[in-house]
Every structure is written in structure tokens, then in C-alpha cells.
């Protein structure tokens, strides 16, 4: 069944897809198996982009996954993921019209960390804030726990990317306020302007945001 859309959300969901904006909910699961060798894991992630899915058929998604040696062992207090071959697929249907985008990485080190001072819970979110480096959007909205963050300007990602890095534990326990959100950073137009409530409703669900990162979508402007 096809989903109509009035020429204003149209319009409003035209210009976000051409800009590429994509905004990302990292899932619950993530599947880590062995694999036969005995020698290395395999990681799949699952991240649902979530933008005006109530006009959409189908939810938005795409996974990644990749090898990593077997690090997981006792004793051990250093993990090195290195994500080789990485192919990032999103596809979507917008009325009649398919969607399809492709991001290739190809034999990329992405970081290493401390496995000891990591907690598994937040590893996907670690992995998001090194990938969206790749990812090539004019807008860059992460979800960290239950917060979003709309990062915007020159070397955004680089930029975003080494503030969670820097601050990800203050970030962790920082109280949540709600504070007035940067909403022109999400389209160059007037008339795709949207109010909080409206984004509410359609899905984005931007909220809530620690008011000391305020300063820094100022920064990026």
C-alpha cells in the first residue's frame, strides 16, 4: 500500500534524501560467532537510519560486518579491530522511486582500545563514532544512549568523532536537559523547517540533548 504524503512532507523528505542526511539508531543485537579457524570473530552490526519512516514503506537498515582476531581470551588487555573489505549497503523506497546507496571501505584500521576500561555495552556505540567518519552526509545525527546529537560544518565527522572520543566518559554521565535544538542544521531551505513536535511525529524523535555539547554545534556552524 502506497503512503501519501502531502506536497509540503514531500518536499521536506525530497531534500533530506538528496542531502544525504542520515540519522542513525545503532540496534540491540549485536551477532558475534566464531568462526571455523578458531582464530577470529565475526561482528555484524545492524544500524537503522531513522528519518520520516512513517511515510516509508519499509524501515530504513543496513549492516556492516567484518573479521577481527580472537582477542577475547583471559588475560588479555588490548582489542584491535581492524575492519577489512567493508562494504555499507542502503537501500530504501520512497513511493515508486528505489533508493540505493553503496559505501565501500576497503582494508581500513579503525582504532584500538583498552578491552578492560570498554564495557561491552558500549562498544557498538565506539564503532558508530568511528564509521561515520566514512560516511559522507552534509548532517550527521547520532543517537548516544538516549540522546541525539546533530553535528554540522567542516569536518564534521573527523570533528564529531574526536569530541565522543575525548569526552565519552563524561558523556556518559552527564545529566540529560532539554535544551532548544539546532533544527536549521537539517536542511538549507525555509519551508523544510520543522518544530520539535512535528519531528516527534515523524519518528526522529530529537529531544533531548546534554546542554554543554551546545557549544560545540555552535563551533561547527
Same mark, same amino acid.
Given at each position: 500500500?502506497? &503512503?501519501?504524503?502531502?506536497?509540503?512532507?514531500?518536499?521536506?523528505? +525530497? /531534500? @533530506?534524501? %538528496?542531502?544525504?542526511?542520515?540519522?542513525?539508531? #545503532?540496534?540491540?543485537?549485536?551477532?558475534?560467532?566464531? &568462526?571455523?579457524?578458531?582464530?577470529?570473530?565475526?561482528?555484524?552490526?545492524? @544500524?537503522?537510519?531513522?528519518?520520516?519512516?512513517?511515510?516509508?514503506?519499509? +524501515?530504513?537498515?543496513? /549492516?556492516?560486518?567484518?573479521?577481527?582476531?580472537?582477542?577475547?581470551?583471559?588475560?588479555?588487555?588490548?582489542?584491535?579491530?581492524?575492519?577489512?573489505?567493508?562494504?555499507? /549497503? @542502503?537501500?530504501?523506497?520512497?513511493?515508486?522511486?528505489?533508493?540505493?546507496?553503496?559505501?565501500? *571501505?576497503? /582494508?581500513?584500521?579503525?582504532?584500538?582500545? +583498552?578491552? =578492560?576500561? *570498554?564495557?561491552?555495552?558500549?562498544?557498538?556505540?565506539?564503532?558508530?563514532?568511528?564509521?561515520? %567518519?566514512?560516511?559522507?552526509?552534509?548532517?550527521?545525527?547520532?543517537?548516544?544512549?538516549? =540522546?541525539?546529537?546533530?553535528?554540522?560544518?567542516?569536518? %564534521?565527522?573527523?570533528?564529531?568523532?574526536?569530541?565522543?572520543?575525548?569526552?565519552?566518559?563524561?558523556?556518559?554521565?552527564?545529566?540529560?536537559?532539554?535544551?532548544?535544538?539546532? &533544527?536549521?542544521?537539517?536542511? +538549507?531551505?525555509?519551508?523544510?523547517?520543522?518544530?520539535?513536535?512535528?519531528?516527534? %511525529?515523524? !519518528?526522529?524523535?530529537?529531544?533531548?540533548?546534554?546542554?554543554? &555539547?551546545?557549544? #560545540?554545534?555552535? !563551533?561547527?556552524?
Amino acid at each position: 500500500m502506497e &503512503l501519501e504524503l502531502s506536497p509540503h512532507n514531500a518536499r521536506i523528505l +525530497d /531534500s @533530506l534524501l %538528496k542531502t544525504e542526511t542520515i540519522i542513525i539508531k #545503532i540496534s540491540e543485537n549485536i551477532i558475534i560467532q566464531e &568462526l571455523s579457524d578458531s582464530k577470529s570473530l565475526l561482528i555484524q552490526i545492524t @544500524l537503522f537510519p531513522l528519518f520520516f519512516t512513517e511515510y516509508l514503506q519499509n +524501515d530504513l537498515n543496513f /549492516s556492516f560486518s567484518f573479521s577481527t582476531p580472537k582477542f577475547f581470551k583471559k588475560g588479555m588487555k588490548s582489542l584491535r579491530i581492524v575492519i577489512t573489505d567493508l562494504i555499507i /549497503s @542502503l537501500s530504501w523506497k520512497f513511493n515508486t522511486y528505489n533508493y540505493y546507496k553503496e559505501i565501500y *571501505i576497503s /582494508s581500513t584500521e579503525l582504532y584500538s582500545l +583498552d578491552f =578492560n576500561e *570498554i564495557k561491552s555495552i558500549n562498544l557498538d556505540l565506539v564503532l558508530l563514532f568511528e564509521i561515520i %567518519k566514512y560516511l559522507k552526509s552534509d548532517v550527521i545525527v547520532l543517537k548516544f544512549l538516549e =540522546n541525539y546529537f546533530i553535528i554540522s560544518g567542516e569536518n %564534521k565527522s573527523e570533528k564529531a568523532v574526536v569530541y565522543m572520543e575525548n569526552n565519552f566518559n563524561e558523556i556518559l554521565k552527564f545529566p540529560q536537559k532539554n535544551i532548544k535544538t539546532i &533544527l536549521e542544521l537539517m536542511t +538549507d531551505t525555509d519551508e523544510c523547517m520543522l518544530s520539535i513536535d512535528k519531528l516527534k %511525529k515523524t !519518528a526522529c524523535f530529537i529531544s533531548k540533548f546534554p546542554e554543554y &555539547l551546545l557549544s #560545540i554545534f555552535t !563551533a561547527l556552524l
